[in-house]
């Protein structure tokens, strides 16, 4: 049998109350909860002063890296976790959301943070901002970790998914994590820990455990430097939110809450039509996965009212075709509710809304944590509030048939904040104006036709890459979003000095810093001996007539400014005027060394502006800055271990007036492999 046990200071705590945890599908007891009373405030300590100092020592690449390596070693063990997860009545459908969905999230969080953040201990956010005339007085933001911890409280339904989309993030951020789970199914979530404990890829004190149904007096220990994440229902956040701790002091709080999600079909849609078979089958998928148990299913159907009595008989027929039983059995599509608790939740919720709605659809009337799925129709969604407050969190939608777009755009609103809203539709028109008349109160929008529906990763689910979160009833937080996640767990810092000291404090190339001038050529360097700030300042070149008529020639670019002399006249400039494009042409002649080196490729190049024309007798040159470098793991396919370096140039002409400048991306040759490249 399984135990559910805390793991506090780096240690197993065993003792304390037990408790028989039962399975979903039979009833019988699956683990033993061992409800300790713990030290919540030696819990805090160790998290902030063995955890986060060893966290922080790294930088956010290889913070990440470790999120990757932890996310391999999960997925290696991932069917000792389907096989838990049946007894949350969880089917192989509805596991893989919760296990290989979570994990996945966690690769990508990790994969972004490596794409888009600085390979610091810190975040160098977007471009210096100059504050003075002659540049001498500027400003940079930076995220930077927080001096406390990440408080992780999960939902019940998704014990895996919920505990990685929070822990990665946090941890890359520089936080150490405590992560509570809802007591319903955290033996799932506590076995997938342990897991994470034996691995011994996070530093001691990164992550511990809380096996309680509430936590004591652990948000008394709070401070402004700590945050919680919570994920569950809106009325337990709002009360954890107005915690008298987390008011006075300022806790970060993030709440997703469950919400009454819709889905809107097209009044352009008619049942001959794909996208009304996409929309039947999307709206049974939200009904039946998780048993409807999904923060993100879809409550409310909104329909044309001429469609409605189409949308019922297909509803019901898809509904009479989804086998409900034993979840470990391959021709189950619908297992049971989490408890015997939930399902007389779900059966409370679901009798107040019958008691304002006409139900046109129950099933055969399951016992124990099992359910039917149920269609109810509210045939005056405008003027019945109720049906846009009271959640039912199980198999159930309120079908709601509407008039007009705008009214359709009322009732998908009443809801005052959701976390996902849909629209079916083959009208681009339609979808316009429906999505942002929504938008403000949606925290994601899906909209499919039949060209997107092939690939579409579906209404109920959050991915990686995008946000999370909607605002009113959804909670008002934001989670996921990329490399977003990690920021939502730093604090960002608006620094100003000199360009050289703002340079001397993020360890990257800020506009206007005093630099070296490099001995050797840039590209004559290793990976590991290119420091930042370090400069080229490159020989001269005298840009001529045939130049700029010979650059015509090669590419075919003759517009006027360049080979009209009448025309380039009449133009701003006056004169002919040279190739921006001949200008970085040049610069790159200019700076590039002919020699085999450490540098493999230049790959890209941003931000890149012509700041001032170049005409024939102009002289240019150039200076090459390092600006940053990141660290890449060696994969089997590499030939050579490198890294990527970023490359500052600014191009000035004869009187020192800046007439370009970009950044060029390169990977250069390291010397050695790092622990990264295991």
């Known amino acids: 049998m399984i135990q559910v046990s805390s793991y506090s200071c780096g240690k197993w705590i065993q003792s304390g109350k037990k408790t028989e945890l039962k399975s979903a599908v ?84 990790s994969s972004q943070a490596r794409r888009n953040l600085s390979d610091l ?28 911890l990440a408080v992780q409280i999960n939902a019940f339904n998704f014990p895996i998914w919920g505990m990685l989309e929070k ?34 890829i996070l530093p001691e004190g990164s992550v511990q455990f809380i096996a309680a149904n509430i936590p004591g007096d652990l948000f008394d220990q709070l401070t402004s430097q700590d945050s919680i994440a919570f994920t569950g229902s809106a009325e337990t956040g709002k009360k954890l ?17 469950d919400s009454l999600n819709c889905s809107i079909l097209g009044e352009d ?15 049974a998928n939200e009904i039946t996965v998780k048993s409807g148990q999904k923060c993100t299913a879809i409550r409310r159907t909104i329909i ?106 009322t009732i998908a609103n009443k809801a005052d904040g959701s976390l996902v809203g849909s629209l079916f539709t083959a009208d681009d028109e339609i979808a316009a104006k429906i999505v942002m008349e929504c938008a403000p109160f949606h925290g994601r929008f899906m909209v499919i036709n039949k060209q997107s529906a092939g690939e579409s990763t579906g209404h109920g689910s959050p991915i990686a890459s995008l946000v999370h979160g909607g605002p009113g ?27 050289t000291t703002i340079q001397h404090i993020t360890k990257q190339y800020i506009k206007g810093a005093k630099t070296n001038e490099s001995a050797t050529h840039p590209f004559m360097k290793y990976f590991e001996e290119l420091k930042i700030g370090e400069a080229l300042t490159t020989e001269k070149r005298t840009v001529t007539k045939q130049d700029v008529a010979d650059f015509a020639n090669l590419t075919g670019d003759h517009f006027y400014a360049h080979t009209d002399p009448d025309a380039a006249a009449r133009s701003m400039f006056g004169k002919i005027v040279a190739h921006g494009y001949f200008v970085l042409s040049a610069t790159a002649g200019l700076f590039v060394h002919p020699d085999e080196g450490p540098v493999l490729l230049n790959y890209g190049l941003e931000d890149l502006r012509f700041t001032a024309p170049v005409f024939p007798g102009d002289t240019i040159r150039a200076r090459l800055i390092v600006k940053k470098k990141t660290q890449r793991q060696q994969r089997k396919s590499d030939k050579f271990p490198y890294g990527m370096v970023w490359f500052a140039v600014e191009v000035i002409n004869q009187e020192n007036n800046l007439v370009a400048e970009y950044t060029i991306l390169t990977l250069v040759k390291r010397k050695e492999t790092l622990e990264i490249d295991r």
Request: with cysteine; aromatic share 8%; proline share 5%.
């Open 26 to 109: 039979n009833g019988k007891p699956v683990a033993v909860f061992n409800e300790a009373d713990l030290d919540y405030g030696t819990m805090c300590r160790y998290a902030k002063e063995v955890g986060g100092p060893q966290i922080r020592e790294l930088t956010i690449h290889e913070r990440a890296f470790k999120i990757k390596f932890l996310a391999q070693y999960l997925l290696e063990r991932k069917e000792k976790y389907y096989k838990i997860s049946t007894h949350t009545g969880a089917t192989r459908r509805d596991s893989w959301i919760d296990i290989e969905g979570g994990i996945i999230t966690a690769f990508g969080i």
């Open 121 to 148: 201990p810190w975040h160098v956010e977007g471009q210096e901002v100059t504050l003075s005339r002659k540049g001498t007085f500027t400003g940079q933001h930076i995220c930077v970790p927080r001096r406390g």
């Open 167 to 200: 822990l990665a993030p946090a941890f890359i951020a520089g936080l150490p994590s405590i992560i509570k789970p809802s007591p319903l199914g955290s033996y799932l979530a506590c076995e997938v820990f342990r897991d994470i404990i034996e691995s011994e």
């Open 241 to 257: 939110k107005a915690h008298p701790s987390v008011i006075e002091n300022n806790v970060h709080f993030k709440l997703e809450a």
């Open 269 to 283: 849609i008619t049942p001959d039509m794909e996208e009304f078979d996409l929309f039947i089958k999307e709206v």
């Open 304 to 409: 044309p009212e001429s469609r409605l009595d189409d949308v019922i008989d297909a509803l019901k027929f898809r509904l009479d075709n989804t086998v409900t039983g034993d979840p470990s059995l391959k021709e189950t599509r619908m297992g049971p509710l989490a408890s015997t608790q939930q399902a007389e939740r779900f059966k409370e919720q679901a009798q107040k809304l019958s008691e304002i709605t006409e139900s046109v659809y129950a099933g055969d009337n399951l016992n124990g944590a099992y359910s039917d799925a149920r269609l109810l129709v509210c045939h005056k969604p405008v003027e019945v509030d109720e049906v846009h407050t009271i959640e039912a969190f199980g198999p159930l939608t309120t079908l709601m048939p509407y008039k007009t777009v705008d009214e359709a755009i």
């Open 473 to 499: 009833r959804a909670g008002g937080g934001e989670e996921l979003g990329g490399y977003r996640a990690v920021l939502h767990n730093m604090q960002r810092v608006a620094l100003q000095g000199s360009p």
